[in-house]
């Protein structure tokens, strides 16, 4: 593996990326918009005085922060309770880069003169992996952080510090990459036997969302948030997962198939 | 110096090229001439390392193919069949990026960048974004991206095809200096008119090649050329037909369209002989020409008519 040809094709990558407006607004919206749900509705508590009586199912979960008044411990759950779409953002988007990335070479029948190269195959898978994935970690500590402060600042700073907690910053820092790049190595596997960037997507999504919605559901079941060893268990799942992918982008990026199957 | 050895590529049931055999001596322009879906590109492809053949091998340089992929990609070159640029990226990315890929750094590759954005005359645009290039710019850059790196081995597939007359003809002239250098280079093309000017052998081949030879022998290929002697004067030709039957090495002789037309085997040592002849017969020579076959009636000989070619493409699928 030689790190030059990695570079390479990371720079390229990046490139392409950046002249792609559209491509990039999709990496940063959605987090966005994920993120803007749940700081809306701690907002409105704030705004508003909370009737115990109205807090149904959620009141279940409230004895978790028992150094909390109700309200702010509401808060505190709602915010912690829709980090796991932090999870979910890395799942999609950069699959969706990837897809593009792939099937957009196919078109431009950009991949010939590559495979010509020097260039072994799984360098340029890895390059374009981590190409894909980058925007979306990115995009999503952009967001993580961008989240802790706001809602600090919109109801009370003992939100900041629940979102920073330990578990999410070792999650952060270690699950989303790994869900990034997995979602990216899915993403080549899928376009490397399609031609089509949306079929690509819909067959990668599928693969995608059940696995990553079984994870979030198992860790989110009556409770607010993971724990440690739950992030942990999380990594190495995942890791072993992308040791597969690879596995499957070695065997799917066939250079002769994609070849002969452009014409 | 490229050397195929019996290649054969099939596609589940539909054999792409069988038996290919030629070799490329160094500085040597080898042209593969042939209809589409001949197997042109299929053997470009097989002799750069991109597709395994299913039989037989080549040498490259020495390097065996299969074994020695990686050395094969460093020292060849390939135009593909279509450009396949990155859209995004101006000219000179694109062909930083490659130079990368080839192994080349720093000053040496910026350096090579602005030669080649030269000699393809894109130095003036090598900035801008090549999705914004017409076909012909595309294909420079293409041809620049192929050369960037020096390569002994040079593979190109239509290499002037989307091309100005001008800048095929700058394109023909860099090949020919590629020649002059020693590197061994096949160019695919079905364009007859390129293949004769631009390649010292031509291989014609449909799924394995039908003759091989330079384009001077391959349009004698039927072992005679027709040389045609204009006269004025009173005598008329007809009268010199029987003394021209007599000469050993004219094969036939007959008049057409008031000019005399005569069939020899080798025009260069034989037409000093036969312009004498006729001169001390009292022949008024005002003009002598060969009346070449032309590579095209070769090759259409030889793959046959489009309507031919189709009928046979389909019983042999049948």
């Not at chain 1, 490139?15 to 809306?40: E, H, K, Q, W, Y």
């Not at chain 2, 020096?150 to 100005?164: F, H, K, N, Q, R």
């Not at chain 2, 394995?208 to 290929?221: C, F, I, K, S, W």
């Not at chain 2, 000989?301 to 489009?306: T, Y």
């Amino acid at each position: 593996m030689r790190p030059a040809f990695i570079w390479a094709v990371i720079t390229k990558e990046a490139r392409d990326l950046l002249a792609n407006r559209l491509l990039l607004g999709a990496v940063v919206l959605p987090a966005l918009i994920f993120a803007s749900i749940p700081t809306g509705i701690v907002a409105f508590l704030e705004a508003n005085e909370l009737d115990p009586e109205q807090l149904g199912q959620i009141g279940q979960y409230i004895d978790q922060f028992p150094d909390l008044d109700p309200k702010l411990a509401a808060q505190g759950f709602i915010v912690l309770n829709f980090m796991a779409y932090f999870l979910l953002i890395p799942a999609m988007v950069p699959m969706a880069i990837a897809t593009q990335s792939v099937i957009g070479e196919k078109t431009a029948r950009s991949l010939e003169p590559q495979l010509a190269t020097p260039m072994e195959v799984s360098e340029l898978l890895i390059g374009k992996a981590i190409a894909s994935a980058t925007p979306a970690v990115l995009a999503t500590w952009g967001v993580f952080v961008l989240y802790g402060l706001v809602n600090g600042a919109v109801a009370d700073p003992v939100l900041t510090r629940l979102i920073f907690n330990d578990v999410w910053r070792v999650a952060m820092l270690t699950l989303v990459p790994l869900i990034c790049l997995l979602s990216v190595m899915l993403g080549i596997v899928v376009s490397s036997r399609v031609n089509d960037a949306r079929t690509a997507q819909q067959i990668g999504g599928f693969i995608v969302i059940p696995v990553i919605a079984v994870a979030v559901a198992g860790f989110f079941s009556g409770q607010a948030s993971f724990t440690m060893e739950q992030v942990l268990i999380a990594d190495l799942a995942v890791a072993a997962l992308i040791g597969l992918a690879l596995a499957a982008g070695n065997w799917a990026f066939d250079r002769e198939a994609i070849l002969t199957r452009l014409g | 110096m490229i050397e195929a050895i019996g290649l054969r590529k099939a596609f589940k049931s539909l054999i792409a090229v069988h038996d290919l055999s030629f070799t490329v001596s160094d500085g040597e322009i080898f042209g593969l001439l042939g209809p589409n879906g001949a197997g042109k590109t299929t053997s470009v492809r097989m002799l750069a390392g991109l597709i395994g053949p299913t039989e037989g091998t080549a040498r490259i340089n020495g390097l065996q193919l299969g074994h020695d992929s990686q050395r094969i990609f460093s020292i060849a070159g390939v135009l593909t069949e279509t450009p396949g640029l990155h859209e995004k990226l101006t000219a000179r990315q694109n062909l930083g990026y490659y130079g990368r890929l080839y192994g080349m750094r720093g000053a040496g590759l910026r350096r090579a960048v602005d030669r080649y954005l030269g000699v393809v005359g894109l130095a003036d645009v090598g900035d801008r974004r090549v999705g914004g290039f017409s076909k012909g710019m595309r294909q420079k850059v293409a041809i620049a991206r192929a050369l960037l790196h020096e390569p002994e081995i040079v593979y190109l597939d239509e290499p002037t095809s989307a091309l100005d007359p001008s800048a095929a003809k700058t394109v023909r002239d860099f090949v020919a200096t590629l020649r002059d250098a020693g590197r061994s280079i096949v160019v695919c093309t079905h364009n007859l008119d390129e293949a004769e000017r631009l390649c010292d052998r031509i291989g014609i081949m449909r799924a394995t090649l039908l003759e091989v030879d330079t384009p001077a022998r391959l349009r004698r290929r039927n072992g005679s050329a027709s040389v045609r002697v204009e006269l004025v004067g009173a005598r008329r030709p007809e009268s010199f037909l029987d003394l021209l039957s007599d000469l050993p090495f004219v094969e036939a002789a007959r008049v057409d369209d008031g000019t005399l037309l005569v069939e020899v085997s080798d025009p260069r040592g034989d037409n000093p002989e036969l312009v004498r002849t006729l001169v001390e017969a009292g022949a008024r020579i005002v003009g002598v020409r060969e009346d070449a076959v032309t590579l095209e009636q070769v090759y259409l000989d030889l793959v046959g008519e489009p309507g031919q070619r189709d009928a046979r493409t389909i019983g042999e699928v049948a």
